[in-house]
């Protein structure tokens, strides 16, 4: 398990280390193991009763986007819909006045955080590479409907690590 962390032993450069020696390993080149870039996914409740801090979130989100290399980025209300490419090439303002004005997702619809865990385990948790971070912002009103809590548990054991942020 440590020689797992620290990387595999590189044969080549161990020998060119230890020809002053005799060819005697007294020194050890190991090849280093690559950490991957952050990957990360956050989904972004933007309905009615997180109006007064969704902006926040989104502000937060296009952030992320930029700084952070790997980034997907979903909003919902009752659907959930990907925004990571219009964050990677769109001005936040443009992003803000396009999601106000509900071109992206209907924003008289209630949260369903039910249908949405529903719809991201069955049409993105297959293609999230390895185990990615999971951040939800949104405050977990479902308004009565179906929970899906199987859902969040699959999506929850899918992830490295899972946050939920709550405006409240």
């Keep these: 398990k440590e020689r797992q962390s620290r990387g595999k032993l590189h044969v080549i450069r161990t020998i060119q280390k230890n020809y002053r020696h005799g060819m005697v390993p ?13 990957r990360l996914v956050v989904l972004c409740d933007v309905s ?27 909003i919902f209300n009752k659907e959930l819909v990907e925004i990571t490419a219009m964050l990677r090439n769109t001005p936040v303002n443009c992003v803000l006045e396009t999601i106000d004005k509900g071109e992206i997702v209907n924003m008289d ?3 369903d955080y039910g249908n949405v865990f529903q ?14 971070a999971v951040i939800i912002l949104g405050d977990g009103r479902n ?3 179906e929970a899906n809590d199987w859902a969040l548990e699959e999506i ?10 709550t405006p409240e």
């Design 26 to 38: 007294f020194l050890l080149s190991l090849r280093r193991k690559l950490k991957d870039r952050p």
């Design 48 to 74: 009615f009763s997180v109006s007064h801090a969704y902006r926040f979130m989104l502000l937060l989100l296009h952030t992320l986007h930029n700084r952070v290399m790997d980034v997907r980025s979903f």
């Design 109 to 111: 619809d209630n949260s």
């Design 119 to 132: 719809t991201f385990k069955q049409k993105h948790l297959e293609n999230m590479r390895g185990k990615p």
């Design 143 to 145: 308004n009565y409907n």
């Design 156 to 165: 929850r054991e899918k992830a490295g690590y899972m946050l939920w942020l």
